[in-house]
Structure formats: C-alpha cells, structure tokens
C-alpha cells in the first residue's frame, strides 16, 4: 500500500511486523563453511579416538585383572602383551566404527574389544594345564 | 554366509549413513530459519554466524536422540530452541543485550519508489527497535512467528510452554508492542 507523507498510515501491526521480520537468507560462504564442518566431523571425532585407543590400548589399567598365579605359570610378557593387545584390537577399528552410533558407543566397544583381546593374550599365552 | 556381528556390523553402518543423511536434510531445511531466529536475537552477521554454526554442531551431536524422541513430529522447534539456549549464553557471557536494533534493515520484499523506500526503511527500523524493547519471551515469539512462521504449537515446543500460554503470550506481545509504536509514532511525528 502506498503510503503519503504526513498521513498517518493504517495501524496492520501483524502486516508490519511481517515486513520488519522478513527471514534473513544466511551468508553462501556460512552454508559452504557449515556443509564442510558437518562433513568432517564424523572424521574429526574417529580421529579423537583413534588416538585415545592407542593411549587406552597401552595402559594397562584398561585390561583385566590377570591371575597373580600367571607370572609363576609363565604368563606373557608385559611389553609383548600390550603389543600383541594393540595390535589385535586395531584390527578391528573400522568395524567399531561402523557399528558405533555415536562416540561414546565407539569407546564402549573400543574397551570392550581391548578386554576380550587382553583376556585372549593371557589365555593363548598360559601354559595349557 | 555372514555371521552375526557381520550383520551387526552392516545394519550399524545403516543405520548411521541413515542419521547422517536424515540431519543433512534437517540441515539444508532449516538453516535458515536457525539464521533468522539467531540474526534477530543478536541483531548482527558476524554473530548470527557464528550462532547458528553453535546450533547445528551441537544439533548434530544429540541429533539421534532427538529423531528417536521426536516420535515423527518436526525438528524445527528443537533446533530453535537449541539457538534460544544459545543466545541465551551469548547474553549471559557477553553482558548485554544487542546495542543497536539491527545492522540495517531486512530486505523489503516488494518494488518500491525511493520516497516509500525510505519511508518503508523508517518503518521498518521503528518496528525492529520496538521489538527490541519487549520482554525476551514476548521478542523471541514474536521472532518465531513472523520472521519463521512458526504455528503455536512450534513455538510452544521451542519455548517449553502450553500451547494456550503461548496463545496468551503471542497476544500480549502483539499488544505490547503495539503501544510502544503508536508511543514511538506519536513521538517521532
């Protein structure tokens, strides 16, 4: 509606707010930066962990408690051990990945996996009784 | 033949590809809507930026709950509200409310002649700053409504309230800043 100067215009309130609070089309560069931040972030967190699991893999906190009785029966060496864990459970980093549904899923299975691979030196490592 | 944590594994890989793609159509959806609701609340680019960024990256990591949550009703009042808190953390850390209504007027959606366009961005900026003087919760669903189109239902959602609160709330919003530009209007003549 063309309004004249001077004249006091019709009071539409809702007409003018609509007009004063047109939606804002966001900056291209923005969709660009956030499309490129999106995409990555998947990655950026494996990433994070992939580093935690070779630090989480290494300590070994993180293992079972082994049998006191396993230094006496010959039980696996402690450095050899956590190689051998660190590797088995690397193995299967995509897998984890893939079957995570968000991170802290991924650090669940990541500690579940160093437990069974942990568990699984110790017992191919003890002499068979 | 595939074992089971061979499926397992599959449907996992799914089922994520599946999120991915459903926040990437959330994303392409909303953004502006984010932008708006944000570019209102701080009244500057630079900020509104860098708000909706904060938006979505936090949407995105509690985006699977949300869908599950959601039980098929629409996002849109979830991601305001993630903006909402936001802002409100702006305000918070910053001290402050906007110093100015807005950078410069919205763009004006009709063809004009260059005295009703300045009459028109007169208005415009009149309106912008009344808004500003209006209560945070009367503002933001006044933002909601007229700038995202937002039903009561949507904003209610956004806001946490009944919808007859947000009814309630819309009105006297409407009311409110009614008088404040027939206040302004009758100053300014």
Request: glycine share 6%; with cysteine.
């Amino acid at each position: 509606m063309e309004r004249e100067a001077g004249v006091s215009q019709p009071f539409d309130i809702e007409a003018r707010l609509r007009a004063a609070l047109a939606p804002i089309e966001p900056p291209e560069e923005l969709a660009l930066r956030m499309e490129s931040r999106l995409g990555t972030l998947v990655e950026l967190a494996a990433d994070e962990f992939e580093a935690w699991e070779l630090s989480a893999m290494r300590d070994p906190r993180n293992w079972p408690r082994a049998d006191p009785d396993d230094d006496r029966r010959g039980g696996p060496d402690g450095g050899a051990g956590a190689g051998l864990v660190v590797l088995r459970t690397r193995r299967r980093r995509h897998k984890r990945r893939a079957q995570s549904h968000n991170a802290l899923d991924l650090a669940e299975r990541t500690l579940r996996d160093v437990a069974r691979e942990a568990l699984r030196v110790f017992e191919d490592a003890a002499p068979k009784r | 033949m595939a074992t089971d944590a061979e499926r397992a594994a599959g449907e996992g890989a799914a089922q994520k590809r599946r999120l991915d793609e459903d926040f990437s159509k959330l994303y392409k959806a909303h953004l502006r809507d984010v932008y708006s609701y944000s570019y209102y609340r701080v009244g500057n680019h630079h900020d509104a930026e860098d708000l909706t960024e904060q938006t979505f990256l936090q949407a995105y990591r509690h985006f699977e709950r949300a869908q599950r949550e959601s039980q098929g009703r629409p996002l849109r009042p979830w991601l305001i509200r993630i903006a909402h808190n936001l802002a409100a953390n702006y305000y918070r850390d910053r001290s402050r409310r906007p110093q100015t209504a807005i950078d410069d007027a919205g763009p004006l959606a009709a063809t004009h002649t260059t005295e009703s366009l300045v009459q028109d961005r007169d208005d415009l900026k009149r309106i912008l700053e009344c808004v500003q003087q209006l209560p945070d919760d009367r503002r933001e669903a006044l933002i909601m409504r007229f700038a995202l189109g937002m039903d009561n239902r949507e904003i209610a959602r956004a806001l946490g309230r009944t919808d007859g609160a947000t009814k309630v709330l819309l009105h006297r919003a409407i009311r409110q800043l009614e008088e404040l530009v027939k206040k302004a209007e009758a100053g300014g003549a």
